[in-house]
Nanobody, 124 residues
Framework: VQLQAFGGGLVQAGGSLRLSCAAS????????MGWYRQAPGKQRDLVAT???????NYADSVKGRFTISRDNTKNTVYLQMNSLKPEDTAVYYC???????????????????WGQGTLVTVSS
């Protein structure tokens, strides 16, 4: 299963960006989808996750500013980022976990995939 993320860029503090990430491949079901970020010299941290039923979880640092959503018909997850701060600057990675068809069979296997990352830069 492949994930492709879009929407990063340069924005001034206080501005907004919307990230999207589409999953493709032999997908049977996607359970959790999420966004993580990695600032220069730091570890990759959770930003937000969403289950197939729509339950969400956010890092304390983004609560009230970021909103995660998903379109299950399109296997796509979104991250609406408002009131951006310079400390939000990072490479943002999407993640998906679920079940996929094993190539050329009807057997199922669990998967966990990462997108390629998209850079978000917030200037002060």
């Amino acid at each position: 299963v492949q994930l492709q993320a879009f929407g990063g860029g340069l924005v001034q503090a206080g501005g907004s960006l919307r990230l999207s990430c589409a999953a493709s491949g032999s997908i049977f079901k996607i359970n959790a989808m999420g966004w993580y970020r990695q600032a220069p010299g730091k570890q990759r941290d959770l930003v937000a996750t969403i289950t197939s039923g729509g339950s969400t979880n956010y890092a304390d640092s983004v609560k009230g500013r970021f909103t995660i959503s998903r379109d299950n018909t399109k296997n796509t997850v979104y991250l609406q980022m408002n009131s951006l701060k310079p400390e939000d600057t990072a490479v943002y990675y999407c993640n998906a976990e679920g079940t996929m068809f094993v190539h050329a069979t009807t057997r199922l296997a669990d998967f966990g995939s990462w997108g390629q990352g998209t850079l978000v830069t917030v200037s002060s």
